[in-house]
């Protein structure tokens, strides 16, 4: 009996004929296993860029340290990726590697200052560092090199209240809220700063907002604060 048609020959490549002759001779784990040998051996002589989209869709399926060796394995190629060292370093604050995360971000801003993503990404991994300075300079260089970073505004917001700039922190909230004001988190957000500094009113108007949106931690505050 034929192991494939000839209609098989014509339409797959040759690795998709290997795989159908696999399967068709040997059990379901030795062909997994086979396959993983075969996939392992093809991946010789990869670009940087396909290393650098295969970490990518490792890190969207969270297999971070598959993502990580894919985003080393591209800059390995490719010393000057910017971008592999912006993902290897948003991989590595999701391992909570926040010292390795923010080393790969400041040489993404070195080589790509243009570019405000790492910037904000150092700021967030600063901010789990508690370097609450560090980060609002790095947000604060994120928004001057994209004035409409929403995320930006809203997360410089937050190590500004750690500062207890309460002020600093509402204006941050509004101007979040103002680019969309569809996201109950910026509400809410700014309902505690308000809240501090005893405008208990403003921040229960913010929380019933947060609330409207689907913020359901809101309604948590309202009910100890505003009643």
């Known amino acids: 009996m034929l192991l494939w048609t000839y209609k098989e020959l014509i339409k797959n490549s040759f690795v998709d004929i290997f795989i159908v002759f696999l399967h068709k001779i040997y059990t379901m784990k030795n062909f997994i296993f086979l396959i993983s040998v075969l996939l392992v051996s093809v991946s010789f002589g990869q670009t940087a860029e396909e290393y650098f989209n295969q970490a990518k869709a490792k890190y969207e399926l969270q297999h971070f340290k598959g993502a990580k060796a894919n985003f080393t394995k591209a800059i390995e190629l ?8 912006d993902g290897r370093g948003v991989v590595k604050y999701e391992l909570k590697d926040f010292k390795g995360a923010i080393a790969d971000f400041t040489k993404a801003i070195e080589l790509n200052p243009a570019d405000g993503n790492a910037n904000f990404n150092r700021g967030n991994a600063k901010n789990e560092l508690k370097d609450y300075t560090g980060a609002i300079a790095d947000y ?19 190590p500004k209240i750690a500062l207890q700039d309460y002020t600093g922190a509402i204006a941050d909230f509004t101007k979040e809220i103002e680019l969309n004001p569809t996201h109950g988190d910026a509400y809410f957000m700014r309902g505690l700063a308000k809240y501090t500094l005893s405008d208990t009113e403003g921040a229960c108007l913010d929380w019933n907002k947060a609330g409207e949106l689907g913020y359901g931690d809101a309604y948590e505050y309202i009910k100890k604060y505003c009643n």
């Not at 490719?78 to 060292?85: E, I, N, S």
């Not at 604060?140 to 809203?154: Q, S, V």
């Open 140 to 158: 604060t260089k994120a928004i001057e090199l994209n004035p409409a970073y929403r995320n930006a505004y809203k997360n410089r917001g937050i």
């Open 78 to 85: 490719d010393p000057a990726y910017a971008k592999a060292y």
